[in-house]
């Protein structure tokens, strides 16, 4: 049975907005999933439906009639997507995609860093609703987003004109902007059978930091950036330092997210699924219109 219907968590936030968009393009039937009414523009096949998250039964009877659960919500709230996918599985939904959307967690050093530890309950709940035959899953990697990650300041400062080369800045990195993390997810939905109970991995564009750092000062003419090298090994060392002191922190768990995103190796994912799911690798031109439009939206940049 094809997938039509889908019901997205979270499709008020950056990312779901996103998802929302390309939903919509492709055609599905969207069921936006909220916890207070008016957090989603009203257009043309979309519903927003108000539940209570914390409520099994409340949200197995709104997910009735749904073939997928898309979240787009935390992904360090185990629970609360654990408790969404079960009342998936009572409703009969066939198919759910976790709110992922990251670092490579089959990677066994990225797994086992402390911040992915609610991202892998959630798998290990998937996997075990799998094996009863009560749902399907897909997940989706996509390593760092790159229109995110430039207006967060997580790749680089586009206001300070400031960049770090992790680990030497030469290795290629993964980047996926949130549009096409969107189309990724229509492609899932689009071909259920080939992206069945697991790991699709996507990336936009590979480049170093090295490149993205010259694609910025290139979009920046006249602007002085200050450029240094840090190691993503220390970086996870102090995190788990302050952890150890009891230190929790939003700079202690960036500090695993850099090592698992920025680590040669482990932030490139070569092998990936971008022509099963739409997703199309961009050329030098077209990162460097990305990084120009991103930083034209950043008030400073």
Do not use: C
């Not at 899932?188 to 010259?214: G, Y």
């Amino acid at each position: 049975m094809p997938i039509t219907k889908v019901a997205l968590a979270g499709a008020s936030g950056q990312l779901g907005a996103a998802v929302l968009t390309q939903l919509l393009a492709a055609g599905f039937q969207v069921t936006a999933l909220t916890r207070a009414a008016g957090r989603v523009q009203a257009r043309p096949g979309v519903t927003e439906v108000v539940v209570d998250f914390g409520d099994r039964a409340a949200l197995a009877a709104a997910l009735v009639g749904h073939h997928a659960v898309v979240a787009t919500t935390s992904g360090q709230a185990a629970a609360a997507q654990i408790l969404l996918a079960d009342a998936a599985a009572d409703a009969g939904v066939t198919r759910f995609v976790p709110s992922e959307f990251g670092s490579d967690l089959d990677d066994p050093e990225s797994r086992s860093l402390p911040v992915y530890a609610d991202k892998i309950k959630v798998r290990e709940h998937l996997a075990g609703l799998a094996a009863s035959g009560a749902l399907s899953y897909s997940i989706l990697i996509n390593n760092a987003f790159l229109d995110w990650g430039l207006q967060h300041k997580f790749l680089l400062d586009p206001v300070a004109h400031s960049a770090t080369l992790w680990d030497g800045g030469d290795d290629p990195i993964s980047f996926t902007s949130l549009p096409a993390v969107g189309r990724a997810v229509v492609g899932i939905l689009q071909h259920p059978d080939e992206t069945k109970n697991r790991v699709v991995r996507v990336q936009e564009v590979a480049v170093s930091f090295k490149e993205l750092v010259a694609v910025a000062k290139e979009v920046t003419p006249g602007k002085e950036w200050t450029v240094v090298e840090k190691s993503t090994k220390e970086a996870a060392a102090k995190s788990f330092e302050a952890l150890g002191k009891g230190v929790f922190e939003g700079w202690v768990w960036v500090g695993f997210i850099y090592r698992a995103a920025f680590r040669p190796g482990a932030g490139h994912l070569a092998k990936n699924d971008n022509e099963l799911v739409g997703v199309k690798e961009l050329s030098r031109e077209e990162l460097k219109a990305i990084v120009l439009e991103t930083f034209r939206g950043i008030p400073g940049a």
